[in-house]
């Protein structure tokens, strides 16, 4: 009686491409920071959306009493020479000149000023049907930070 096993090594070369195929697919948004003991950056999903110039980062929470905005990061395009597709960086008084950050919920509260920060585009096709997948880190006056990430097919608006 024969027994087959899977080493590591030929579990990883046969798992290994599914497994990152797979991951690869799976859109994924996260916040976190320590701006989270001050406001809550609990959220039930994200969207990218175009508007103009403009790309809109959204981080979205549902309730009963309607939709709240925990985190809508707003990059100004305009006179940024983005790429058709992969990376591209904004930092120091790049990022201050072309990103905004708001938030509209029930509460009321809002992020404090921004001191600098830096938004990275693993991948950016900004258009209609465009995929973009990145992440950012966002440093207040108040010495909070925040950190989020984003994947997904932008739409426009």
Known sequence: MGEQRCSAARCGLVLGPWLVAMLAAC???????????????????????????YLLIEYLRESKAGTEKVCKVV?????????????FDLAEQRFLDHVELQRSTFDGDTFP???????????????????????????????RRLEGWFDGIIKEI
């Open 27 to 53: 859109p994924y948004s996260a916040l976190e920071g320590s701006i989270d003991s001050d406001l809550s950056l609990a959220f039930t999903s994200s969207q990218l959306r175009k508007q103009d110039d």
């Open 75 to 87: 990059v100004e395009t305009r006179d940024l020479d983005l790429p058709g597709s992969g990376p």
């Open 113 to 143: 000023a921004i001191d600098r920060g830096t938004l990275h585009f693993e991948s950016i096709e900004f258009r209609h049907g465009g995929y973009a997948r990145g992440s950012f880190d966002i440093f207040f006056v108040n010495t």
